[in-house]
């Protein structure tokens, strides 16, 4: 079927460019499938799946923004933009798992404000040393709206992210062959199960210890550039 984006909201920021390249390509993507004639019953597939290829779009706006800029200042902004985008494995890995506690409770709906803080700052203390006793970001449950919009989906992000720096690390090798590859990955649907699909176009698989070691490499090698123009 036709597919449509609309943006409420669009004020030039790059944040607005994100979502607009994030919720669009979901769109561009339902018309490949549909000019290629997929059935509808392979139209859709798991949401880490189908959110990985959005997760891609981030990361390419950002990184074509940060190797055409033209002074060291807009390159160092759209490096670190690009980093928001790499790095987001931990912050949707810290709340999907508050999340996943939460839920495993016998009785959640008797958490008062103060035990969801507690909660969240132990959460938080295993990604990362902003967080724990006496830190200063409180009150991130508040913020995490898909809790309230779309309860336990925050997890499918942090495997879409993982598998769209799996994408870019490809697309990075071999620019022209992988976007190839990747247009018909878009295109094909889901007539079988991700790894079989990931496999057959991109050679890539669900392994979480490769995954998360081509996301410390794409992250590792990317703050390096950043203390060089730093120093610069």
């Known amino acids: 079927y036709p597919?449509?984006?609309?943006?409420?909201?669009?004020?030039?920021?790059?944040?607005?460019?994100?979502?607009?390249a994030h919720e669009a390509g979901h769109s561009v993507q339902n018309m490949l499938m549909e000019r290629q004639g997929v059935l509808q019953t392979y139209a859709?597939?798991?949401?880490y799946f189908t959110e990985s290829f959005a997760g891609m779009n981030e990361l390419l706006v950002a990184d074509h923004l940060w190797r055409t800029a033209t002074t060291s200042a807009a390159r160092i902004y759209f490096l670190q933009k690009f980093l928001d985008q790499a790095t987001e494995i931990f912050k949707t890995g810290r709340e999907?798992?508050?999340?996943?506690?939460?839920?495993?409770?016998q009785n959640p709906t008797r958490l008062t404000a103060d035990d969801l803080e507690s909660r969240m700052q132990a959460t938080g203390e295993r990604f990362s040393t902003w967080y724990g006793t006496g830190s200063h970001r409180t009150e991130e449950w508040v913020n995490a709206v898909t809790f309230y919009m779309w309860p336990l989906y925050r997890v499918n992000y942090a495997y879409s992210k993982l598998l769209a720096i799996a994408y870019f690390t490809e697309f990075t090798r071999d620019p022209a062959g992988t976007a190839k590859?990747?247009?018909?990955?878009?295109?094909?649907?889901?007539?079988?199960?991700?790894?079989?699909?990931?496999?057959?176009?991109?050679?890539?698989?669900?392994?979480?210890?490769?995954l998360v070691a081509r996301a410390g490499a794409v992250i590792t090698a990317r703050l390096a550039e950043l203390e060089v123009l730093y120093g610069k």
């Open 44 to 47: 859709f597939g798991p949401s």
């Open 96 to 105: 999907a798992l508050f999340e996943d506690d939460l839920y495993a409770l």
């Open 3 to 20: 597919s449509v984006f609309f943006q409420g909201r669009f004020s030039g920021y790059i944040e607005d460019v994100i979502v607009l």
């Open 181 to 210: 590859r990747y247009e018909q990955l878009l295109s094909n649907g889901y007539d079988a199960p991700p790894e079989e699909i990931l496999g057959r176009y991109l050679g890539l698989s669900l392994d979480p210890e490769e």
